[in-house]
């Protein structure tokens, strides 16, 4: 009979964290979406997690885009997770069209009868800096700084909760530079499987409410004390 009336209960913890959740972005969330559903696997997660990642779009393409519209207004999300193009946020003129897109993005969330958590994917500055702007991104530290201002900003203005990644590689940036170098593919941009490892655990840590980042054990392909290392450094950061 005690298990009759507690059965009830496990099932209403169940499904609240059988969650469903949306990443909207471009080829930075297409760099980390295998290794988020790896790690929500090999953690038995409940989460199901839908990606739409065309490589070099930014939220302003998104918002205008039916078919993006159409997936957010039919789709039963708990939490939608939105990146911009990676210099769009940090570009004096063209920041503007970030923080109009994030705007517009409130608003339609506001019309759904289902109000999702929305959160703002920080990227990060590039290694050497940007060579098709060296003047506003003459190294990764401006750039950093810049992309981490204005998406505080947006993040301020439309209640939505950043996933701080950025910093994450900041961090690595200031105690570690070989390692930090490590976080990118050859392009100096885009994650390696490094980077994309330290991004699925910050999400892990901020966004899925499944367990601490050092509860994780999966290593992905990583050697383990690098993918320790990296773990250690999510926490530092999620927990400030």
């Not at 009759?4 to 471009?26: R, T, Y």
């Not at 069209?97 to 990060?124: D, S």
Request: glycine residues 8%; hydrophobic residues 40%.
């Amino acid at each position: 009979m005690k298990l009759l009336k507690l059965l009830p209960f496990f099932l209403l913890i169940f499904s609240l964290s059988a969650e469903n959740v949306l990443f909207i972005g471009n080829s930075y969330t297409g760099g980390i979406k295998g290794t988020v559903a790896d790690l929500l696997k090999n953690q038995k997660s409940s989460t199901k997690v839908e990606f739409i990642s065309p490589g070099g779009k930014n939220l302003m393409f998104h918002v205008k885009n039916p078919k993006t519209v159409a997936k957010i207004k039919n789709g039963d999300w708990d939490k939608i997770v939105l990146q911009d193009q990676s210099q769009t946020p940090a570009l004096p003129g063209y920041n503007k069209i970030f923080h109009e897109a994030t705007a517009e993005f409130a608003k339609l969330f506001k019309t759904l009868k289902k109000k999702p958590k929305v959160y703002y994917y920080m990227t990060w500055g590039r290694r050497d800096g940007d060579k098709k702007n060296p003047k506003v991104f003459p190294d990764y530290e401006t750039m950093q700084k810049l992309l981490t201002d204005n998406y505080k900003k947006a993040a301020q203005a439309n209640g939505a909760t950043i996933v701080p990644v950025g910093l994450g590689f900041k961090e690595f940036h200031k105690k570690d530079e070989e390692f930090f170098k490590s976080l990118y593919a050859r392009d100096g941009s885009h994650p390696s499987k490094a980077g994309a490892y330290l991004a699925a655990c910050m999400f892990y840590g901020v966004l899925f409410d499944e367990g601490p980042i050092i509860s994780i054990k999966w290593n992905s392909s990583l050697d383990p004390a690098d993918a320790a290392q990296i773990r250690m450094v999510a926490k530092k950061i999620v927990d400030q």
